[in-house]
């Protein structure tokens, strides 16, 4: 409980940009890959976006490539999605994740969730 903790939600207007941070426990971390995933009002939860470690290898669900990047500190036990031109539809709660990369298929493996926070994008 309480390994990973989210923040930067808010509410921006359509084509504007949020940025997300997580800040996770070394217990978390380890060497785990860490990602993003997101729910919108009842729909079920999706993968957005995770990298492996080294950070050689990222992932990002196709509906948010070319607008959203991920990246990872590890000396600071961080992880960040920067989600620019952003869409009604990206409205949703935000999840930070830790585990395992998924092979040949843009996934995450989750062992650690945060507690969400919530992204509203305004027509």
């Known amino acids: 409980q309480g390994q990973l903790v989210e923040s930067g939600g808010g509410s921006v207007q359509a084509g504007g940009s949020l940025t997300l941070s997580c800040v996770g426990s070394?217990?978390?971390?380890?060497?785990?890959?860490m990602g993003w995933f997101r729910q919108a009002p009842g729909k079920e939860r999706e993968f957005v976006a995770a990298?492996?470690?080294?950070?050689?290898?990222?992932y990002y669900t196709d509906s948010v490539k070319g607008r959203f990047t991920i990246s990872r500190d590890n000396a600071k036990s961080t992880v960040t999605l920067q989600m620019n031109s952003l869409k009604p539809e990206d409205t949703a709660v935000y999840y930070c994740?830790?585990?395992?990369?998924?092979?040949?298929?843009?996934?995450?493996?989750?062992?650690?969730w945060g507690q969400g926070t919530q992204v509203t994008v305004s027509a």
């Open positions: 994740a830790a585990g395992w990369l998924k092979t040949n298929v843009p996934d995450l493996s989750v062992d650690y």
């Open positions: 070394p217990s978390a971390l380890g060497s785990r890959a």
């Open positions: 990298l492996n470690w080294s950070s050689r290898t990222k």
